[in-house]
DNA sequence: CGTATAGTGATACCCGTTATCATTTACGTC
DNA sequence: GACGTAAATGATAACGGGTATCACTATACG
């Protein structure tokens, strides 16, 4: 499945892009998306892979998460709600699932009179392949 | 206590800074904090407030978190290993203790074979003041 | 096929943050 | 208190990720 969504054109750029974070197994930064795409051939301008990836993000066909310097990075992912054990070294991940963290993010808004709550919950490591 | 660290030179810039700290009560950013600085007439280049804040941060006098547009925010916090209920509008932080966040974290990790683990988990939200 | 319209890309721009470097300040020592 | 030195400051340039602009191109659909 490489289409984008509904009302979404599908052009050669946004093939390309799909496809090369199909390859992928772990999170890439925009801009290593850009340059992947620059090693197979495909011209995609800066502009049109951020775009692109803000269009699969929005319709939740990518995962986003902002690390430790505040960079974005993308990777394919489930549809449905997880978090992530991160390598901070190749990026690759690992979905994880925590009922529990739900419930108490969700017990912890409300004895606080927080409404409209979202969380962010990412763990970083280093995986065993990239040990020193 | 305004003292910055061992090592540290007491400077009023750094006073002023750790002074405006201790009187909010939530999140603010750097440019914040240089606005509130300037408010009170206490005359703190931008630089120095990025580099006293970094100081701070190190010395884990004060807490980092990243908004959802990647922005960083400071705030003095205890020292303990705690997350946060931030809201979204006027940066109130609630500080919040999970252990069984902490336990479920190590195990994932462990599981899945990362080492150097960290985590970040930060809750965003509307407190009640902030309603519409 | 032809047209409306979404998409593209080069580039300028924005904004948060960091680096540079000459000047100033804190602080231990005499 | 005066000195000397290393740290700190601040104005500003530079940097980097990300977005906006706008003329041009390509897609979808009748």
Request: hydrophobic share 40%.
């Amino acid at each position: 499945m490489t289409s984008i969504g509904v009302g979404a054109r599908s052009t050669k750029q946004r093939e390309a892009l799909v496809h090369v974070l199909d390859e992928v197994d772990g999170f890439r930064s925009a801009q290593q998306l850009h340059a992947l795409l620059g090693e197979r051939g495909a011209k995609v301008g800066i502009a049109t892979v951020y775009r692109s990836l803000q269009l699969l993000a929005d319709a939740a066909l990518v995962d986003v998460i902002h690390s430790e310097e505040g960079e974005a990075s993308y990777r394919r992912c489930s549809t449905r709600h997880h978090h992530h054990l991160v390598c901070r070294v190749c990026g690759r991940a690992v979905e994880a699932q925590a009922p529990a963290v739900e419930t108490w993010v969700a017990a912890i808004a409300a004895e606080h009179g927080f409404s409209d709550v979202s969380h962010d919950l990412e763990i970083f490591g280093t995986c065993a392949d990239c040990l020193p």
